[in-house]
């Protein structure tokens, strides 16, 4: 098919949308004012209640429509596999199949809420990992595919259509951000037009479907991409190009894979006034409800329609024995918003912003000294001038400000940094302490590995080397990272800069986050690494450190990656090592460059030689950015030579309160 001009296209959706908005929000509470979708999937219902659950509130026992209704949900959402009982189906039992969706469909009915059904399009789970093709369509392609889903779809809606409960909401696909029905409707990052015909061609087939059998409902294009900015708009360019059609635009929002509220409340507002659809967080978790449903009523011009929370009946709102739990009463708080939602005079809390932390105040002069634990440990004391003094100490003497240390997932792993586990969680946290006690700034460096991480290795931990899939891996590094902030937070030691990975200019975690080919895997466990920081203290500056010193076509190819697949961070930094990364006027020329390109603080967080020239090259860069550098291991006589073999201070450190005055008089 021939690609219609894309302006063309989100113009005239545009001019569908707000009729559609007028239509969709009129329907609605009997006084003209526009409902807001509170709503849920819960389509394991039949299973659990199968197995005997039952439901209670307040310790009565009542139907969970009941309970639903109560707290103010208004819309069920029900997930439709084209044949469970097939061989690697969904279910033996057939649940989630026809059968069962109409028998779910009249209960909805007859509780008087809205309907939506999610086509999945397989015969199981659907998802940004996995869109298996349906086994009855196997070896089927090209047309007749597009033309079996449609035959599909439009079965299916007639079927409930005769039955008297058609859907009010279709869900053509779900989380689609990979495609549908692999591997011919299958999209990934270096895709092609072909790709894209394929993937649209499918999609607009079920939607011609849903417009001749059901044409007053509503069709909603479902991402997986809540806070993802760049790719939702990659995605829905292309598909606009290629004439589809949706009246909502559905985000799942899971804070392991989609970032911070505060990128989802970004990318919700930029969405909604660069396309001009009401949009929908068709999926998301507890807890977290009363927060995503006022980042959802916040989205100007009551664009936000509302929320579906999935499978709220395992544990959400529910405990293990059915009895509502705490989470639940967010609703009753939703619904007291309703009314200035419908007003257009709802105002978000102030909590969904980023702090201004006033870190880069002065400049940044660091230093690595990880070994120092080890060192000490040994028989190693350090001195200045004769005197013997705690090592931080000596260093806040000549003006070092900032501290870094590396942190290992496993150390004492087999093959493992250290037997002792030195640069662990534990040991970090004990030295981290003595850093804070001298009033100095921390840069937490993940390594995301037992052992050295750098552009020649990048191994996966050993205790993560089973993971497979995608959405795991990324849910893993979300909770280690965030349990590893949330420990230094509680320990009164909360980091002002977390590094997520060490050299990563390769990519990290290999083989499954190399970059060299498809930039999917990488990107995505960066993204949710820097959210997990983030979730934790949004003042946290994070960084992403690359080994590129005096490189600049390199560093500029993978910055402009990570920021076309939606990481978010605020630094840059660079290690620069003459044998490895170029000239002092290579490195000049790369950071000038990038400090521009990119608006963002470049920080040479590696260096060891040519130490006034480098900070000759910092203090030379542009005003706006923030001067700093941090020495690796200063301590080392071999490598930052700051101290000799048996620890007392060299010349070298002398250099520095002159560096500090003549970046801080730049300033």
């Known amino acids: 098919m021939k690609p219609t001009s894309l302006t063309d296209s989100i113009k005239r959706n545009t001019i569908l949308a707000v009729m559609l908005i007028s239509v969709l929000l009129a329907g609605c509470t009997g ?103 349906p086994s009855a369509w196997a070896g089927v392609e090209g047309k007749l595919l597009e033309d079996s889903l449609y035959t599909y779809t439009k079965a299916v809606l007639i079927a409930l259509k005769n039955q008297g409960t058609p859907p009010h909401m279709v869900q053509v696909g779900n989380e689609i951000i990979n495609g549908m029905v692999w591997p011919d409707g299958k999209i990934e990052d270096t895709s092609g037009p072909e790709a894209w015909d394929a993937f649209t061609g499918l999609y607009n087939a079920g939607v011609k479907a849903v417009r001749e059998v059901l044409p007053e409902a509503q069709v909603m294009l479902h991402l997986a991409l809540g806070g993802q900015n760049m790719r939702s708009r990659l995605i829905l360019d292309n598909m606009l190009s290629r004439n589809a059609e949706f009246d909502i635009l559905g985000q799942s929002y899971y804070p392991q894979w989609h970032g911070t509220y505060i990128d989802l409340k970004n990318n919700l507002d930029e969405l909604a006034a660069r396309y001009g659809r009401p949009i929908l967080v068709c999926e998301h978790t507890a807890p977290g409800i009363k927060e ?36 639940i009463l967010d609703y009753l708080a939703v619904n007291r918003n309703v009314e200035a939602w419908q007003k ?90 003595r850093v804070k006690a001298q009033g100095m700034k921390l840069l937490l460096n993940f390594h995301y590995s037992d052992n050295w991480a750098d552009p020649g290795k990048q191994f996966t931990p050993a205790a993560w080397s089973s993971i497979t899939s995608s959405a795991n891996m990324e849910r893993t590094i979300y909770e280690y990272t965030r349990n590893v902030i949330e420990r230094f937070r509680d320990e009164g030691v909360t980091p002002e800069m977390v590094q997520v990975g060490n050299e990563i200019n390769n990519g990290f975690l290999w083989p499954f986050g190399r970059n060299d080919e498809s930039w999917t895997h990488f990107a995505g466990s960066l993204r949710v690494a820097s959210a997990a920081v983030r979730s934790v203290d949004p003042g946290i500056k994070v960084m992403v450190h690359v080994a590129l010193g005096g490189q600049n076509e390199r560093s500029v190819k993978f910055f402009d990656k990570i920021i076309e697949n939606d990481v978010v961070f605020d630094v840059i930094g660079q290690s620069y090592y003459p044998r490895w990364h170029g000239t002092i006027d290579d490195l000049k020329h790369n950071l000038e460059d990038l400090t521009v390109r990119y608006n963002k603080p470049v920080i040479v967080v590696e260096y060891s030689e040519m130490k006034q020239e480098v900070h000759e090259v910092i203090g030379a860069l542009p005003a706006k950015t923030v001067p700093g550098s941090f020495i690796w291991e200063a301590t080392s006589p071999r490598w930052g030579k700051l101290f000799d073999e048996n620890g007392r201070t060299t010349e070298f450190i002398k250099l520095y309160p002159e560096i500090y005055n003549q970046l801080k008089t730049r300033q």
């Open 292 to 327: 995503i449903n006022d980042i959802v009523m916040s989205v100007p011009g009551n664009m936000g329609i509302g929320t579906m929370i999935w499978e709220p009946t395992r544990r959400l709102i529910f405990d293990r024995e059915g009895n509502t739990n705490e989470n």
């Open 344 to 433: 257009g005079t709802f105002k978000l809390p102030d909590v969904f912003t980023v702090p201004e932390t006033g870190i880069f105040d002065e400049p940044v002069i660091g230093a690595d000294v990880s070994w120092v634990q080890e060192h000490e440990d040994k028989g190693m004391v350090y001195s200045d001038g004769g005197v013997e003094k705690e090592v931080f100490e000596i260093l806040k003497d000549y003006k070092f400000n900032w501290i870094r240390f590396r942190l290992f997932v496993n150390p004492s792993a087999e093959n493992g940094y250290s037997a002792e586990g030195y640069c662990d969680l534990e040991n970090t946290l004990i030295m981290a302490k």
């Open 31 to 133: 006084k003209g004012k526009p409902e807001y979708i509170v709503g849920a999937d819960i389509s394991f219902l039949p299973q659990m209640e199968a197995r005997g659950v039952t439901y209670r509130d307040s310790g009565i026992e009542m139907g969970l429509f009941d309970i639903l209704k109560k707290y103010h949900v208004n819309y069920i959402r029900l997930r439709i596999f084209h044949n469970p009982a097939a061989e690697n189906g969904y279910s033996a039992d057939g649940y989630c199949g026809l059968k069962q969706t109409m028998l779910m469909a009249k209960r909805i009915y007859e509780a008087g809420m809205g309907f939506a059904l999610d086509f999945h399009y397989s015969d199981t789970w659907a998802d940004p990992d996995k869109q298996y093709k």
